[in-house]
């Protein structure tokens, strides 16, 4: 391994996925991509562009904060955001009694919160480590497995780490971020260089001190998120790396749609046990 800024860069990896099984696919079944960074630029322009609409529009106290973060239950505030009435469990309840505003949570039907939250933040700091450490993550592994099974281990892990969240953390605490999706990408990360033999202790270290940090800084920083979206990268990663080679393309479909499965009911769940 070697250090990079963020992360570490693997040239084992890269050359492993460089090799094809027939013209134009890695190693791994995907198609080779001619421009590895391209879907790494577009996920950051994406967040880029939702954290410039935050910014735009009130940063902590916008209200695109509560409509696409994650919260299990829906939260009441008062006009223009400055406080909230965690007493307050209901729509109507919020706008009759403190005439505030409500924003319902996943429980109550905003399941699209599972994946916008991946794309949201509101801090510079948050959103600057979080899309650095996808640049240097990204296009290694785009270069490696290809462009869709990449952007599925990273729209998965992020997935995984709002699953993890929406049944550990605090059902009224907002929780936004893509780090529990760059987490995914650590995870990627060292299952393709296990599986090339090349040296992991440079990407375990790195695991590593983030998880010091996560740890010291739980306070503040989502634990669930980040170990859900590790866990969740890990699994679809080994799918991804070692699936037979005879009908790899169906192994890897189906290990993924069941782990999918497994997310979705786990979501299904959750949210019965709080309604």
């Not at 399941?111 to 979080?130: G, K, P, R």
């Not at 866990?231 to 069941?258: D, E, F, M, N």
């Amino acid at each position: 391994m070697r250090d990079a800024a963020v992360g570490f860069q693997c040239p084992s990896c890269i050359a492993e996925g460089a090799k094809s099984t027939r013209a134009g696919r890695t190693a791994y079944g995907g198609l080779r991509s001619a421009n590895p960074q391209l879907t790494s630029v577009v996920l950051i322009a994406v967040n880029a562009a939702v954290w410039l609409l935050i910014t735009a529009t009130g940063g902590g106290t916008s209200p695109w904060v509560q409509r696409l973060a994650l919260h299990a239950q829906g939260l009441c505030f008062a006009q223009g955001g400055t406080q909230w009435f965690p007493s307050v469990r209901s729509e109507s309840v919020c706008q009759v009694g403190p005439g505030g505003v409500w924003y319902p949570g996943v429980s109550d039907g905003a399941y699209w919160q599972l994946v916008t939250s991946v794309f949201t933040h509101v801090d510079l700091m948050h959103i600057a480590f979080n899309m650095l450490a996808l640049w240097v993550l990204g296009p290694q592994l785009e270069l490696a497995i290809g462009r869709t099974r990449f952007l599925v281990l990273f729209l998965l892990s992020g997935f995984a780490g709002s699953v993890c969240v929406y049944w550990l953390s605090d059902p009224t605490a907002p929780t936004l971020g893509a780090s529990g999706a760059v987490f995914g990408l650590m995870a990627g990360l060292l299952v393709v260089a296990h599986k090339v033999g090349g040296n992991v202790q440079g990407i375990l270290g790195w695991i590593g001190i983030n998880a010091v940090i996560t740890v010291l800084g739980s306070r503040f920083i989502s634990w669930q998120g980040h170990l859900g979206g590790f866990v969740g990268g890990l699994l679809i990663a080994l799918v991804i790396v070692y699936s037979p080679r005879t009908a790899r393309s169906a192994w890897q479909s189906v290990g993924v749609g069941l782990l999918s499965l497994v997310l979705v009911g786990l979501t299904v769940a959750r949210t019965v046990q709080l309604a």
